[in-house]
């Protein structure tokens, strides 16, 4: 395969027993749900957010999915900042080895209309769901190729393609991931890096205030896309599922 860390399965598949990853954003909804379903598979997981009480009660949840406690730390980091997003990286190197595994999940939704949205809500949304990856990407990418290789996998969302009224920051900032990362994928692919983008649909996360968790039975489970970013990891080196679009199966009427 020509990967260098972790090991091959019977179906030529890798194990995560032993990788390290990052999740930024990881304190709650579908980085709560990547993080812990890394930690139950044997990674060691370090979680990013900006609430310590949040990433407090996320390290106590991981870990108690966990073989190994030692294997989820917490960092607490907005990675608007360059310097925070580079020092999150760091952390996990410098406590775990090295880095084999980038989930950039931390995002932001506001929505308004163009004409009354704030620079300053413009501004998080799009500094949050995109500068923010290009920060954590430019500080992985070095520690990925020291590894021989690794993944990065961005969470977007399907509104990157399907715009809607009140939308625009939000919609724009993951058109961009999207772009961001197929230009990302051809980049490094030939190191062994693979980039992978997930474009959830509804996701019953209370996300941005938009409803609370748990309360429509029809939209998608923050569980859900944590198995999708397992089987991305230890998909056979072969071939590279670089776009996932994933919608309810049956969607409010």
């Not at 991981?62 to 917490?74: E, K, L, N």
């Not at 993944?151 to 715009?163: C, E, Q, V």
Request: proline residues 3%; charged residues 20%; contains cysteine.
């Amino acid at each position: 395969m020509g990967m260098v860390t972790g090991t091959q399965t019977s179906a030529n598949r890798m194990d995560l027993r032993g990788k390290v990853a990052v999740v930024t954003g990881g304190s709650r909804g579908i980085g709560l749900a990547i993080a812990a379903a890394l930690a139950k598979g044997g990674s060691r997981v370090v979680i990013t957010g900006r609430d310590q009480q949040q990433l407090e009660a996320a390290s106590r949840e991981v870990q108690s999915a966990a073989a190994d406690r030692d294997s989820v730390h917490v960092v607490r980091a907005d990675v608007r900042g360059a310097r925070e997003a580079a020092g999150a990286i760091d952390t996990a190197v410098r406590k775990y080895g090295g880095l084999d595994v980038l989930i950039n999940n931390a995002g932001v939704g506001l929505f308004a209309d163009v004409a009354d949205m704030s620079v300053s809500d413009w501004d998080q949304v799009i500094e949050t769901n995109l500068s923010g990856v290009f920060y954590c990407c430019h500080a992985a990418i070095p520690h990925l190729r020291s590894r021989g290789g690794g993944w990065i996998i961005n969470i977007s969302s399907l509104a990157g393609k399907n715009s809607f009224t009140g939308g625009a920051a939000y919609c724009a900032s993951k058109a961009g991931l999207n772009a961001f990362s197929e230009s990302l994928m051809q980049e490094v692919r030939q190191e062994n890096i693979r980039v992978s983008y997930i474009m959830p649909g509804s996701v019953s996360t209370g996300f941005s205030g938009r409803g609370k968790s748990g309360e429509a039975d029809w939209k998608i489970a923050p569980e859900d896309i944590s198995e999708i970013v397992v089987d991305l990891i230890t998909f056979p080196a072969r071939s590279l599922p670089s776009r996932i679009e994933l919608r309810p199966s049956r969607p409010r009427k």
